[in-house]
């Protein structure tokens, strides 16, 4: 069982930038994938980011990118404080939606319907 709590996001003006933490608890949280989705009003909730598990021998982990969020988004993991963290820049009024986070013990990649465990969700609104 892991449990994930979101901090962050908020209202910020178009062209600026924001970090979403996500702190996860449980056991082995350090060898799950943890991935990122969005739901703006009135559309299917979509994936923005995923993050593989930590690479014991290169400290490396893999990263999976949405086209929308290539370039301007980074997703990290602090293994240390068993945090995920979304950094948004140039973000632009079309990011406006409710972020969530995910996790899974096995799935990488960006289909929502194979990760078990989500966070609350936070509302991130850019103005233009």
């Known amino acids: 069982e892991v449990q994930l709590v979101q901090s962050g996001g908020g209202l910020v003006q178009a062209g600026g930038s924001l970090r979403l933490s996500c702190a996860a608890s449980?056991?082995?949280?350090?060898?799950?994938?943890l991935a990122w989705f969005r739901q703006a009003p009135g559309k299917w909730r979509e994936a923005v980011a995923c993050?593989?598990?930590?690479?014991?021998?290169?400290?490396?982990?893999?990263?999976f990118y949405a086209g929308s969020a290539e370039g301007r988004f980074t997703i990290s993991r602090d293994n240390a404080k068993n945090t995920l963290y979304l950094q948004m820049n140039s973000l632009k009024p079309e990011d406006t939606a409710v972020y969530y986070c995910?996790?899974?013990?096995?799935?990488?990649?960006?289909?929502?319907?194979?990760?078990?465990?989500w966070g609350q969700g936070t509302q991130v609104t850019v103005s233009s």
């Open positions: 995910a996790a899974d013990p096995t799935f990488y990649g960006p289909n929502q319907y194979e990760f078990d465990y």
């Open positions: 449980g056991s082995y949280v350090d060898d799950y994938v």
């Open positions: 993050i593989s598990s930590t690479d014991a021998s290169t400290s490396d982990a893999s990263t």
